[in-house]
């Protein structure tokens, strides 16, 4: 009978969605009056679960579904993942990967969740972009169990997600965060080259009894001095593959700070960033930017064009950050 409720209250959402959608010019403090409340099942994970699996590259938007609901299943799965060179570390993750698949939904979507955990210890889902109430929508799920809700994206940006079960740094710190895209109603304009980007930090012990494997120290981590600072979960990632841009071409980022505890100053070397929003909302515009801050938990969208061929660093302009692996670069060409 659960089972039942629940597809009913989807059901609805779905319903109520088509409606809100129909006028693109709707507030949207207008639309969450017409938006039903969010409920949520837990269940026993079914027998044959099978969990997704990792995106092949973390700072690629995926599509927009051709519906008006977005499925997300994400699995916890506890993983030894390479956050730096030759750095192995034992992460808490979102579908096996640090950091979690990019989600990408647009205003008046109903962004459906399924969250299994397969990890060892229980967990959760924070969605900055949605608004639900947390003990509901947040619960912790413990292991061989299902979290099951759906709630309505009313908001434009990008958004942070990650796990909420305290202590929220050590879930954060060991790798359980990711980034969601809600497209404004019409979209972002202009056509543009389009990059996701999670900064993070992490902060590594020796894991015990072994030589070279490591975990995240929560001393550490409430002291805040990082070892390792990355886009996208490992250290220096894109100056080790740097990204391909063209000469003149809009390009789009979409930068989310998932901390746990250092800001981010978003720098693109060589040129400006000529419009920025604020969290991804277009009503937070701003113009000519040459750095943009960034708090833990928040984000921004980024545009700007090159005007000649050649390599164009991006760093967190914390520059011991960027020292610790928060820099990677754009190659562009004619």
């Not at 079960?165 to 710190?173: C, D, G, Q, R, Y």
Request: one cysteine or more; aromatic letters at 10%.
């Amino acid at each position: 009978m659960r089972r039942i409720a629940v597809a009913v209250s989807i059901a609805t959402l779905l319903s109520a969605v088509a409606c809100s959608r129909s006028t693109e010019a709707q507030s949207p403090q207008r639309q969450s009056a017409s938006v039903p409340p969010v409920t949520a099942e837990v269940t026993t994970v079914a027998s044959g679960y099978a969990a997704p699996t990792p995106a092949a590259a973390p700072e690629a938007l995926p599509a927009l579904p051709s519906g008006n609901a977005v499925y997300v299943k994400l699995a916890l799965i506890d993983k030894t993942v390479e956050i730096a060179p030759g750095l192995k570390y034992r992460g808490w993750t979102f579908n096996g990967s640090i950091p979690g698949p990019v989600i990408h939904a647009r205003v008046g979507d109903t962004v459906d969740v399924e969250l299994t955990n397969k990890g060892m210890i229980g967990h959760s889902i924070d969605f900055h972009a949605a608004m639900a109430p947390p003990n509901i929508a947040y619960q912790t799920v413990q292991p061989g169990h299902t979290l099951h809700f759906a709630w309505v994206a009313q908001y434009p940006g990008v958004f942070m997600y990650h796990c909420g079960t305290p202590p929220v740094l050590a879930h954060i710190s060991n790798g359980m965060y990711g980034a969601i895209v809600v497209d404004p109603p019409g979209g972002w304009g202009a056509q543009a080259h389009e990059f996701v980007f999670v900064q993070s930090e992490f902060y590594p012990s020796l894991y015990p009894g072994t030589k070279d494997e490591y975990y995240g120290d929560l001393a550490k981590m409430k002291v805040g001095i990082p070892q390792v600072v990355a886009f996208n979960g490992v250290a220096f990632r894109y100056k080790l593959t740097p990204l391909q841009i063209k000469v003149g071409e809009l390009v789009r980022v979409f930068v989310v700070d998932a901390g746990p505890s250092h800001f981010s100053a978003f720098h693109v070397i060589g040129t400006i960033l000529r419009t920025t929003y604020v969290d991804g909302d277009p009503e937070n515009k701003l113009i000519g930017l040459q750095t943009v801050a960034i708090p833990p938990g928040g984000g921004a969208v980024a545009e700007f064009r090159v005007q000649q061929a050649g390599m164009y660093p991006f760093v967190t302009h914390s520059f011991g950050d960027a020292d610790d692996g928060a820099m990677g670069a754009f190659v562009a060409t004619d």
